[in-house]
């Protein structure tokens, strides 16, 4: 119940075009739903996050969908880029037991590759 | 603003030693949690300290531990090493009231 399952594992996309990844939950538990950027040799980095309140967000090339009755969400990167090649995240956070407290549950990872 | 730092950034052990990675949080940030990850389970949650007390913890055994400091600066413990155990070791920390983790770049413990 605290997964969070994530795909494609890997994708190769051309430059400009829209990169698509995936993301189910299980756990209705979950109210905080971030998606992390993480290139070789670096921590994760926040790209942009969604609560289950709203259905989609949007900062920059980046979006969030968001379904709630499907319990899923996604990424959307357009235009893509070559320096948006590395490993993307998603991931769910339960809403604590403490207040304040966050536990964050990550998919397994996504290797995105952009062709130039 | 200096972001996480993590020392050692590299570290080699051998089954059963004993280790201790240390993480310097973002200035103002009092919320440190740490991961472990993985090629094979990804990243895992393995707990959060906040003003010095832990208040959140993962599904690993009791060899890991981890404590924080009154500056909010933060070490975790992993006894008896095991080869599983090999792994980047990240830390994060976010200022209270947010809901941003920011991550340091890890230490990669390489048990032999």
């Known amino acids: 119940q605290q997964q969070v399952k994530q795909s494609p594992q890997s994708l190769i996309v051309q430059k400009g075009g829209i990169s698509i990844i995936n993301c189910a939950y299980e756990?209705?538990?979950?109210?905080?739903f971030p998606w992390y950027q993480q290139f070789p040799g670096k921590g994760p980095a926040l790209l942009i996050a969604?609560?289950?309140?709203?259905s989609e967000k949007k900062e920059g090339r980046f979006t969030i969908s968001f379904n709630k009755s499907a319990k899923q969400f996604s990424l959307h990167i357009m235009d893509s880029q070559p320096g948006d090649s590395a490993t993307y995240f998603c991931?769910?956070?339960?809403?604590?037991?403490?207040?304040?407290?966050?536990?964050?549950?990550f998919g397994q990872g996504t290797r995105l590759t952009i062709n130039p | 603003k200096a972001g996480v730092t993590q020392t050692p950034r590299y570290l080699i052990k051998t089954r059963g030693q004993q280790v201790t990675l240390s993480c310097s949080p973002i200035?103002?940030?009092?919320?440190v949690s740490w991961y472990q990850q993985t090629p094979g389970q990804g990243l895992q949650f393995l707990f959060e300290?906040?003003?010095?007390?832990?208040?959140n913890k993962g599904n690993f055994p009791g060899r890991f531990s981890g404590r924080q400091f009154s500056n909010s600066r933060s070490e975790m413990n992993v006894s008896t090493l095991e080869l599983g155990d090999s792994a980047l070791y990240l830390c994060?920390?976010?200022?209270?009231?947010?809901?941003?983790?920011?991550f340091g770049p890890g230490t990669r413990l390489t048990v032999l």
């Open positions: 300290y906040f003003s010095e007390t832990q208040r």
């Open positions: 991931a769910a956070s339960p809403v604590p037991l403490i207040q304040g407290a966050q536990k964050l549950v």
């Open positions: 200035s103002g940030h009092r919320s």
């Open positions: 969604i609560r289950p309140d709203v």
């Open positions: 756990n209705t538990a979950f109210d905080y």
């Open positions: 994060a920390s976010r200022r209270a009231g947010t809901d941003t983790q920011y």
